[in-house]
C-alpha cells in the first residue's frame, strides 16, 4: 500500500503560479509511474500530467507549455508546477501512483484518492 500526502494548494489571480508537492511512502518499490489529476465540480477527475521513473512526462493539452511535472526518485516525491494559472484550473488536484502508465488507464492505483489540495484561480 502506498500513502500519498498533497500539500501546496491555495487561492492565486489569473497568470500567477503554484508549486504542488506530493510526498510517496510505504510500498514504493512498486511505483513506476505517478500523476497529478484535478476535478473540478461538477466534471469527472483527469488527469493533469504524469510522469515515469525515467522522466518521461506526459500532459494534458489544457496544460502543455504552462504546468511542467518534476520527480525525485530519491525523496520519493513528485512535484506539479503550475505558471500562468487560468480560471479553467480552478479544481481539487490529487496525485497517486501506478505501477504503469496502462495500470493508470485501467484506473489500478495504488494510493487512495485522498482530500486532495484545492486550487483556485480567481481575481
Known amino acids: 500500500q502506498v500513502q500519498l500526502v498533497e500539500s501546496g494548494g491555495g487561492l492565486v489571480q489569473p497568470g500567477g503560479s503554484l508549486r504542488l508537492s506530493c510526498a510517496a511512502s510505504g510500498s514504493i518499490f512498486s511505483i513506476n509511474y505517478m500523476g497529478w489529476f484535478r476535478q473540478a465540480p461538477g466534471k469527472e477527475r483527469e488527469l493533469v500530467a504524469g510522469i515515469t521513473s525515467a522522466g518521461i512526462t506526459k500532459y494534458a493539452d489544457s496544460v502543455k507549455g504552462r504546468f511542467t511535472i518534476s520527480r525525485d526518485n530519491a525523496k520519493n516525491t513528485v512535484s506539479l508546477q503550475m505558471n500562468n494559472l487560468k480560471p479553467e484550473d480552478t479544481a481539487v488536484y490529487y496525485c497517486?501512483?501506478?505501477?504503469?502508465?496502462?495500470?493508470?488507464?485501467?484506473?489500478?492505483?495504488?494510493?487512495?484518492w485522498g482530500q486532495g489540495t484545492q486550487v483556485t484561480v480567481s481575481s
Open positions: 497517486n501512483a501506478f505501477g504503469s502508465y496502462l495500470d493508470l488507464m485501467r484506473g489500478r492505483n495504488f494510493g487512495s
